[in-house]
């Protein structure tokens, strides 16, 4: 079975650093990988997603990186804003279950002015 | 405006007592699928949708049901909820399996 880890479970930075959140998963049997954003009490808003193909992927000041072979991806978010305070989620789907989606528990972040 | 809407937002309920928790979408999505979120648990997969009539087991599945009768909806119901599934519940949608999933706003759900 898929075990999603996202280490730290917490993160405080001073605003301006870049931020660097780690997603570790163990089956390298990926379909897709994708992360997400979550503020308190909403829904999650999809960030970036990348295709098992792919080794990264890019959004303004996002970038995600991901190495099947180590089981892992990183989501790399440049010069960070008291705005980028929220918990980030990565979520794997594997390829022989298509249709499930497994999520890690997520980084709380903190961007301090 | 594309988006996914859940209702109630909030519900508060007894022990037993049926409940159905509407998940809407206007994007003309395929896939469909219900999540719990729990402190220390994190997000995990009821059931998922992968086009009308299609529906299938995600992790924790047990005492919930679906169906998806047309395209647009997949309402999730708790035929007699206990307090075990108090929880906050989100629907998302996706173009197909494999793309990217909007959430809903989120149901909260409390069961006395």
């Known amino acids: 079975k898929q075990e999603v880890t996202q280490i730290p479970a917490a993160l405080s930075v001073p605003e301006g650093e870049n931020l660097v959140l780690n997603c570790s998963f163990t089956?390298?049997?990926?379909?897709?990988l994708q992360w997400f954003r979550q503020d308190p009490g909403k829904g999650l808003t999809s960030l970036l997603l990348?295709?098992?193909?792919?080794r990264e992927q890019t959004s303004g000041r996002l970038n995600a990186s991901l190495d099947k072979s180590s089981g892992r991806s990183t989501l790399y978010i440049a010069a960070s804003q008291p705005g980028d305070s929220a918990t980030y989620l990565c979520a794997v789907r594997t390829t022989d279950s298509w249709g499930k989606l497994q999520f890690g528990a997520g980084t709380q972040v903190v961007v301090t002015p | 405006e594309a988006q996914v809407t859940q209702n109630p937002r909030y519900l508060i309920t007894v022990t037993g007592k049926k409940l159905t928790v509407t998940c809407s979408q206007n994007?003309?999505?395929?896939?469909m699928s219900w999540y719990r979120q729990d402190p220390g648990l994190g997000l995990r997969q009821i059931y998922y949708?992968?086009?009308?009539?299609?529906?299938d087991k995600g992790d924790v599945p047990e005492g919930y049901k679906v169906s998806r009768k047309e395209k647009r909806n997949f309402p999730l119901i708790l035929e007699s909820p206990s307090p075990n599934q108090t929880s906050l519940y989100f629907c998302?949608?996706?173009?197909?399996?494999?793309?990217?999933?909007?959430f809903g706003p989120g149901t909260r759900l409390t069961v006395l």
């Open positions: 089956d390298s049997a990926i379909y897709n």
């Open positions: 994007m003309n999505h395929e896939y």
């Open positions: 998302a949608s996706s173009l197909s399996v494999t793309d990217t999933q909007y």
């Open positions: 990348i295709q098992s193909s792919q």
């Open positions: 949708s992968m086009n009308v009539e299609v529906t």
